[in-house]
Structures are given as C-alpha cells and as structure tokens.
C-alpha cells in the first residue's frame, strides 16, 4: 500500500492529570493570570476536568507527560470503560494504570511495537495531533499542505493528523510560520487544544444494514470516506458480500486505497493504492433529509489508472453549487483496474473456476457497489429506486456494458454517458489471452499459487516496466460471455435497457492532446502521424465483435478526410472514432425506446494563456477544442487542483514532492458554467429531464432532428451538428450487428 505510514502503534494520549486538590482551591492560579490561555484554563477548571497543584499553580508552560495527557482526554470525554493492557513499563501499582485501560477501551492507544508505553515520556505536539483525531474523529483528505514552514519535514505517520487538526482549528503555529511537531506539548496548549476538539459539533452518522457509519461534516456538506461495500478482496476472484452489520461502529473518515496501479505524478489516485481496494465515499448535504436522487460516479484511466480518492471526484464540489434548496446523495467508488480487474488465468497450473470470473472483475466490482448502495443508502437519505450512474472515459464505457447486464439493471434507473463509447478499446479473447501470458512471464510465474502470493510491494516494483508496453491489451475489455454478454450490442438495439434513462456526449477534441509533432504544444503533427495513431490502436486490438473499426473500410476513411484540410479532419477522425460515433450509435437506438434521450457537446476549455503560465509544454487542444476530462473540473468545481490526468497542464497539477502545484489561476472556470452543468446533471438524475432555468430548453434526442446541446460559455442547442462527417463515418457499424 502506497503512503507506507508509519503506524504510531502509541501514540499515548492526553492529559493535563494534575495533582488533585480540593475544588475550593481550584481558583488559586495565581501564573495563569495574565496566561494567553487563561481563559481556556480557567473553563476546565471550572468544570472539574483539571485542577492545578497543591501550592495553588498550574505551571502552563510546563510540558506534559503522556500519562498526564490521557487522563484528562477520559475526564473530559468520560471514557469510563477499561481494557486489559499488558505493557513492560506499566505495573499494577502505578497511578496511571487505570487511566491506561480507559485509554486502551476508548481507542485511541495501542503502544509500541517493543510491547512498551512509556507513560512518562513528555508528549510532542505531532503525537497529541494523531491523538486528537481519533478522540475528535476527525481527518484531513490531503497529506500534503504548506500551512507551515517546516511542514515539508513532518513524518507521513503525523502529516494528516497534524493537516485534520489544523483544518479545524484545533492547532495552528507560532509566531515564526512553524509547527514544532517534535516540540514537547505544554500544559497550556494540552488545555486549549482539548477545549477546542470538545467545542467540535458531533460527527454526522448513519445506521445502514451494513454498518454504522461515523462521518464528518465540512463546507456544509456530511462526507462518509472510505466505506466498504464488499469483504476484503480475494485476488482475481469475483468480489462478495461486506458481512458487517448495523452494530458494527465504522470510522469513514478517510479515503481508502485505490486499486494498485503504476505511480503516476499526474494522477493522484495512485499516491493510495493497494489490491484490497473495494471501498466506496459518500457525499450528502443532509442524512436526514429523505427521497434524495442517487448519483454514483464512475471514474476514467482506461481501465488502468484512477481511483475514488482523486482530489477531483469530491462530491462536496458538486453539491455546493446545486440549486438552492436541493440535495443528492453522491458516490464514488473503486474498482479493480489494470491486471487486477482482467486478466486471463486460464493458462497457469492450477486454474480452476473459482477464476473464471478474471476477465471481468472491473464489472463485477461495480456492480457489487451498486448492490450496496441498493442496500444502504436510504440511512443516507437516498431513494434506492433513483439512481443515476454517470461515468467519464472508461466509466462512461462502463456505463454501456453495465446497462446490457440484467444483474447490473436492477440497481440503477438512470445512466450519464460522458466521453464513453463502449465500441473502443475491446479486444478479443485470443488477443488477452496472448497479453496475459506476457504478464505471467514478467512477473516469473506460472501458477495460481505463485501469482495470488505476490505480495502488493512486490507487485509494485518496476510496475511501469510490464505495464508500459501492454498498455492498449491492459486496458482492452473482452466480452466474456460470462459476465458481459457477447452480443451486449444487439440486445441494447433491441430494447434491453429501454426502461433506462441515458444522457451521453462527448468533448469537442477529446484525443487532440496527442496531435503535438515532437517538438510540442503548439506545433501541429502531420496528417500521416495522427492517422498512424489511430491505425495502431485499431491493429493492436484486431477485429472483436461490435468494434468500430477503421479495419478494412480505407475507402470511408479517405472520403472522410477529403472533405478537409487533411491534418484537421486526421484529428477529427481520431476524436470521432474514439467517442462520438460510438455515443451517436447508443443515442440513436435507446431514443427508439425511450424519450429520455438526451445528448451533449462539450466545447467549453479554459483559456489557453491561462493554461501555459510556467509549463514548457501543456497539452492542450492545438485547435481551440475541449480536450478530454474537460467537463469534469467544471462538474465537481475542483478548480486549480483540476484532474489528475490533465492536472499539471492546465487547472493546477501534481508534482512528485508535495503532490498539488498550481500554476494557473483559481478562478480560470466560470461560477455560472458550473453552476449550469451541475443543474443539467442534477435535474437528469432526479426527473430524467435535465432542463432547468439556468440553460436554454434541451430538445431530447432522436434519429430525426438529432438535436444536441452544444456547452460552452453559452449554451446553444444544435440540429446534427457536423452532419457531413457523422453520415460519412456512419457508415462504419458495429461489426457483426444485425441491421433490423
């Protein structure tokens, strides 16, 4: 698992235990008078959580042993409940001993690794921070900040509890812009920074029938992180029931791992990563409030890469900009990517059919969320029966296949398509096969046995090395037969998700990032190298059934780019095969069954001077479009901090050592255009329309008038738009489709 934290196992805890005197003396401090916290001090006094000492002082600016910090976090938050403890250091004598077992009982102390406590070690500030938040049930999403000067030296054990505590005004700096975190706690600041945590509204809560869920509330907005919705993974088997209850006390708090996956400076989900990786966060204004509309989010990575925890998926983002008044219930989730969500299995010793089920596992994961949030979301206010799944890039894909698979419709009402087209990037069976047998000889092994026993750290070293050049086959989908039906297509013309509302669209230059000639952005590449891009792709993946394909029809792909500039229309063509085609194809044939039908433009790219600003290289449109993932900044207003993928070129980005670099305005996306997104999204998700007062009337979609919303800083619906390449390419149908 990747942020290899050192565990704290002791973190002891808390505590001002001073000599106890009788309560009639508890005013005579006479070295707190003119004390910064005097106040603080005085209001625990008063209560009884402190005293001061037998001579009448309190002595603040003393340190505080670990022992002494404990017993008055278990009398100010009445922890009365006792555990066993059997630590070297601690006898049955010592007076602490008690206040160590209520300690233990609270949970917020384990002891080190040499079986010790030591009780009367002074506490540093960074060891009562971790202690905090777990007394406070609090945490910080992001382990890396610059609040502080010295905060580059903070050990990753402390970074997050030391982030959560500051995030909530529990601990903050001196004077000199540092934090001290090795600077022993003072009795002062023990006093003030407890008085703080107890002023902290509770945190939100649920009871779901698989767990009582303990959040936390921040801009408004209650966030459960890190939730699971399946057991513990089995590698390369099909995920199972969570088997926690009502009565089992869950801490989501914090974001879990994403899927291992090759570490990736550009995309922030691969900074938290592991095999077991099938959680799941949720995002609401209000639990309470009942009825709520349902939407889940699928990530993109081409089956690869991404993860819930990418700092752009946060749900809070979304809700806050939703219409006054209004409330969902938000949720992403992990999936397993890569050689962990498809591989074929069947070539190693010892394969049996509890593996038959490797090739699809990404859906499988999926789908064993959605069953989940059938399960549990009414405890978070949601209607089980409206539920929206919307995706981008390969969790568009997913989309596709998930509405063709009759387990997968039971869970769902309603799909959201983005820049998603199930036709591209399938292969077939031989084809994995072959790329699985790759992977198996990189790895050196030849069984079952020896591939599940690969440990996560193992797997990671040189990822990129068997990654790399089995990139495209990695990414490929395979349709089964077992899982996704091998004639998917055919049943979705016919009707099999009929009952299924589906918004779909694409971006204007959704593969124009790969249009640079060497020497970069802006410089264009030639006709004849964006056209090999686009015939590897299609050679490296061969002819499955229901691929769209530049495979044997050159005499429509040279009409196509003879209505030109060739250099133009060879990207066009890219873009088109890549997504819009395909997504014309999945509108036309669901608007036969259902007029819920809508479809999307997105043309809207920030500005590119603002996007240059000290970046040698930004990949960009090199004519002005909207590249791929470029809704999705606007969709979650995660604004400098952007996607991961396009991250470090153009709304902020990531850099190896403090992962969040901004190099471009806060601002550069406009309120009103995400406001207006957000509606469209919301109001689809909870009627099927997505009209609203912010946008101009959307026609839905059909075969006659095609009617599309173009979004861009002005929102303008369009009949056919690019008519001429659509009926061209047209020409080129799913291959093996019946024509009915």
């Known amino acids: 698992m990747r942020l290899k934290r050192k565990i704290i196992s002791c973190i002891c805890a808390l505590a001002l235990a001073i000599t106890l005197v009788p309560a009639a003396h508890a005013h005579q401090t006479p070295d707190i008078s003119n004390h910064w916290a005097k106040d603080q001090i005085n209001k625990m006094i008063s209560t009884g959580v402190i005293t001061g000492y037998a001579d009448g002082s309190f002595r603040p600016d003393n340190s505080i042993t670990r022992a002494e910090f404990m017993a008055i976090i278990n009398r100010a938050y009445n922890f009365t409940n006792e555990a066993d403890v059997s630590y070297k250091d601690v006898s049955n004598g010592a007076w602490y001993t008690k206040t160590l077992k ?16 030591k009780p009367d070690n002074l506490i540093t500030r960074q060891e009562a921070a971790v202690v905090i938040t777990k007394v406070a049930n609090i945490a910080a999403n992001v382990t890396s900040f610059k609040n502080f000067s010295d905060a580059s030296s903070l050990p990753e054990w402390s970074k997050k509890a030391v982030k959560a505590t500051y995030d909530n005004g529990i601990m903050s ?88 996956q090759p570490y990736d400076p550009t995309e922030s989900a691969s ?30 990575g081409s089956f690869v890469q991404g993860g819930g925890n990418n700092v752009t998926y946060n749900g809070k983002g979304f809700l806050n900009n939703m219409p006054v008044g209004e409330d969902a219930v938000i949720v992403n989730l992990n999936y397993r990517l890569g050689m962990f969500g498809s591989l074929d299995l069947s070539s190693l010793k010892g394969y049996s059919s509890d593996y038959k089920d490797s090739l699809s596992l990404w859906i499988l994961d999926e789908i ?9 979301i009414s405890a978070f206010g949601g209607d089980p029966n409206n539920v929206t799944v919307f995706g981008q890039s390969s969790g568009g894909h997913s989309i596709g296949y998930l509405m063709t698979v009759p387990e997968a419709r ?17 292969t077939t069976k031989e084809i994995k096969a072959e790329m699985s047998k790759k992977i198996f000889e990189a790895l050196g092994v030849t069984s079952i046995d020896q591939l599940t026993s690969i440990t996560d750290a193992d797997f990671e070293k040189n990822m990129w090395s068997y990654y790399g050049p089995n990139y495209g086959t990695l990414a490929a989908r395979v349709l089964d037969g077992n899982v996704v039906p091998e004639d998917f297509w055919q049943q979705f013309v016919d009707g099999s998700a009929k009952d299924i509302d589906l918004m779909i669209g694409t ?85 036969k069954y259902n007029k819920n039908t809508y ?4 043309n809207w790219a920030p500005d590119a001077s603002k996007l240059t600003k000290g970046l040698s290289s930004p990949k960009l449109s090199p004519f002005g479009r909207a590249p791929h993932c470029s809704e999705l900044p606007v969709l979650f207003d995660s604004g400098a901090f952007g996607y991961g993928e396009l991250g470090q070129y153009w709304l902020g980005g990531y850099g190896i050592d403090d992962h969040i670099r901004t190099f471009c305005d806060q601002d550069i996306v406009p309120n009103q255009l995400t406001k207006q997104a957000v509606a469209a999204w919301y109001y689809f998700a909870k009627t099927g329309d997505p009209n609203n007062k912010l946008i101009p009337e959307w026609q839905s979609y059909n075969a006659s008038t095609r009617d599309t919303m173009l979004i861009d800083s002005q929102w303008t619906l369009q009949s056919d738009p690019s008519k001429q390449d659509r009926e061209i390419l047209s020409k080129i149908r799913p291959l093996g489709e019946i024509s009915r």
């Open 368 to 376: 064993q969320a959605l069953k989940w949030v059938n399960k549990n």
């Open 271 to 300: 900074f938290n990563t592991a095999t077991d990786c099938l959680n799941c966060n949720v995002w609401t204004k209000n639990s309470s409030k009942k009825g709520k509309p349902v939407m889940v989010f699928l990530y993109g």
């Open 173 to 260: 700096g001196y004077p000199d812009g540092t934090f001290k975190a090795d600077s022993n706690l003072t009795r002062a600041e023990a006093v003030t920074l407890l008085s703080k945590a107890l002023a902290m509204p509770s945190a939100p809560s649920v009871v779901a029938p698989n767990g009582t869920y303990v959040g936390q509330k921040f801009d408004n907005v209650e966030e459960y992180l890190g939730i699971p919705f399946a057991a513990p993974v089995e590698k390369w088997k099909a995920p199972k029931d969570v088997t926690t209850t009502s009565k089992d006390v869950i801490r989501a708090k914090e974001f879990g791992p994403s899927c291992l």
């Open 102 to 117: 209520q300690a233990k009982a609270a949970g917020y102390i384990n002891g080190y690794d040499d079986g010790t406590m």
């Open 507 to 591: 971006t204007t230059g959704e593969v124009d990032t790969h249009d640079f000639d060497t020497s970069g952005y802006p410089q264009v590449a030639s006709s004849d190298k964006i056209m090999s891009l686009v015939y590897s792709h299609y050679n490296e993946l061969g002819t499955p059934k229901y691929a769209v394909s530049t495979i044997g029809n050159d005499k429509i792909i040279n009409e196509y780019l003879a209505t030109g500039d060739r250099t133009q229309k060879a990207a066009d063509l890219f873009n088109d095969m890549a997504t819009r085609i395909g997504s014309i194809y999945y509108a036309e044939a669901q608007s």
């Open 410 to 426: 039971k869970y769902f009402h309603r799909g959201i398509m983005e820049s998603g087209s199930p036709f591209f990037g399938i």
């Open 599 to 602: 479809m999307y433009w997105w």
